[in-house]
């Protein structure tokens, strides 16, 4: 057992999604959670220069005694994790992989359909990780990046986010894609308004899969915090930038605790 904190961090706001999912499946567990809202984006950098942001975050979270690191960047995870795991003696998890092994084991037709922000559809790591755990899965893949300044401006239950849903989905649909993977940590907030308009579309949601994962390794390496109901555990939330948008999700998402964002800038 073990009560330090669980390290999360992301390029922006859209990891709190994966940080409340955590939460919410370990109530127990600390965390301590990084966006670097003030280098994003992380998709229009060069991977040289995301590995080293990304290291940069890990060497902070590593001086604050974390257990474990938690990355909930698609692009970081596509583009550090293997020099992670390389660098830590801890545990250090990646989105795209628990996100691609819940949409293979939930497959319903040998096709998945992933969407994403253009930078991670570009970087084909989705499909790359899919095929190695089933070559014969057919793949279709859609950018959409619209959707993280409409969930950004808060503009989530509207004509105009319903249309955008149709007009980058529509196709994927025809295509047969019945279980996508939302590759974007924004994107879960975005799970209403899509089935509303696709009703049988299966939505791998990362955090929540990514939440599934931390629990499972915490308990294997004897790291879980003991199950308690009085016991509840501390958030910490760190930003490079303090921005209204992450104000408002750290409201929607943690609101109604004393939880506070507090501005932190990490580098070399």
């Known amino acids: 057992m073990s009560e330090r904190a669980i ?17 919410d499946l370990l109530p127990g567990e600390n965390i301590i959670y990084f966006g670097d809202t003030a280098r994003f984006p992380y998709g229009t950098r060069s991977k040289e220069t995301i590995i080293r942001y990304s290291g940069e975050i890990t060497g902070y979270l590593i001086s604050r005694n974390v257990k474990m690191i ?15 795991r390389g660098e830590v003696n801890i545990p250090v998890v990646g989105v795209i992989e628990a996100g691609v092994r819940a949409a293979c084991k939930r497959i319903k037709n ?14 084909l790591s989705y499909v790359k990780a899919i095929r190695q755990l089933d070559p014969e899965i057919k793949i279709f893949q859609q950018q959409a990046t619209l959707f993280v300044p409409l969930i950004e401006e808060g503009i989530i239950d509207s004509e105009i986010t319903r249309l955008t849903v149709k007009n980058y989905l529509q196709e994927l649909y025809e295509q ?4 996508l993977i939302l590759g974007c940590t924004h994107f879960p907030l975005l799970k209403k308004t899509i089935n509303d308009i696709y009703s049988d579309l299966d939505l791998v949601d990362t955090g929540i ?6 629990e499972k390794i915490l308990k294997e390496k004897n790291l879980a915090i003991k199950d ?25 998402f943690f609101g109604h605790n004393d939880t506070s964002i507090t501005k932190l800038v990490i580098n070399g």
Request: aromatic residues 4%; hydrophobic residues 45%.
């Open 176 to 179: 047969g894609v019945r279980t």
């Open 209 to 214: 899969e990514i939440a599934a994962e931390v």
């Open 70 to 84: 938690v990355v909930a960047c698609n692009t970081a995870s596509a583009a550090a994790l293997d020099f992670l």
């Open 228 to 252: 308690d109901i009085n016991n509840k555990g501390t958030i910490e939330l760190y930003a490079s930038d303090i921005t209204e948008t992450l104000e408002r999700l750290k409201e929607m």
């Open 110 to 123: 040998r096709i998945i359909g992933v969407i994403g922000t253009r930078a991670t559809i570009n970087s």
């Open 7 to 23: 390290g999360i961090f992301d390029s922006g706001i859209g990891g709190l999604t994966v940080c409340k999912a955590i939460h």
